[in-house]
Antibody, heavy 120, light 110 residues
Framework: QVQLVQSGSELKKPGASVKVSCKAS????????MNWVRQAPGQGLEWMGW????????TYAQGFTGRFVFSLDTSVSTAYLQISSLKSEDTAVYYC?????????????WGQGTLVTVSS | QSALTQPASVSGSPGQSITISCTGT?????????VSWYQQHPGKAPKLVIY???SRPSGVSNRFSGSKSGNTASLTISGLQAEDEADYYC??????????FGGGTKLTVL
């Protein structure tokens, strides 16, 4: 079955960097774009952007430029989210989600989420 | 891009129907038939329940239905069940070639 498995929780100090992985299985990795979504504690979902898994070209939503980088390793069907210069407000659960539809937006499935905690 | 507007909470009794609204603009909800809805139980990842305004993914109960009128999309859940208690988020494609979520609605089954 189609599945996305993310890396485990991270505890980082302000100013550090973190790299979250999202390993895909059960389908051809390069057939569907991969999206990233943030959910701060007790808050709603926030779309961060997506990466074209064919070309590696990323698109970032407003507010997620500069410190956020999407990347791929197609040899192991894995997408990555790297966040640099971490701030306390980056504390959140980060989800990867496959773009399921050929047009428009429909995200399925989602990874289980990775909690990133930024604290001194 | 501003978040789509959803009511913070809705409630209903088992067996009843509820509707959750999602209001955007002509640059997102009103401009495209690309509205999707997600169900999220506490501590779990979101799950797609409606896409392309009114299409249901395989395996999703037919008690879930979607519609759109102008700049407002709606999710209706009929025959409410206890397991439907969750947070629900709408999502729309936008004219900026991006997508945007609603603020989320907490559904309580009384």
């Amino acid at each position: 079955q189609v599945q996305l498995v993310q890396s485990g929780s991270e505890l980082k100090k302000p100013g550090a960097s973190v790299k979250v992985s999202c390993k895909a299985s059960g389908y051809s990795f390069t057939s569907n774009p991969m999206n990233w979504v943030r959910q701060a504690p007790g808050q709603g979902l926030e779309w961060m952007g997506w990466i074209n898994t064919n070309t590696g070209n990323p698109t970032y939503a407003q507010g997620f430029t500069g410190r956020f980088v999407f990347s791929l390793d197609t040899s192991v069907s894995t997408a990555y989210l790297q966040i640099s210069s971490l701030k306390s407000e980056d504390t959140a659960v980060y989800y990867c989600a496959r773009e399921h539809c050929s047009a428009g937006t429909c995200l399925a499935p989602w990874g289980q989420g990775t909690l990133v905690t930024v604290s001194s | 891009q501003s978040a789509l507007t959803q009511p913070a909470s809705v409630s209903g009794s088992p067996g009843q129907s509820i509707t959750i609204s999602c209001t955007g603009t002509s640059s997102d909800v009103g401009g495209y038939n690309y509205v999707s809805w997600y169900q999220q139980h506490p501590g779990k990842a979101p799950k797609l329940v409606i896409y392309d305004v009114s299409s249901r993914p395989s395996g999703v109960s037919n008690r879930f239905s979607g519609s759109k009128s102008g700049n407002t999309a709606s999710l209706t859940i009929s025959g409410l069940q206890a397991e439907d208690e969750a947070d629900y988020y709408c999502n729309s494609y936008t004219s900026s070639y991006t997508q945007v979520f609603g603020g989320g609605t907490k559904l309580t089954v009384l």
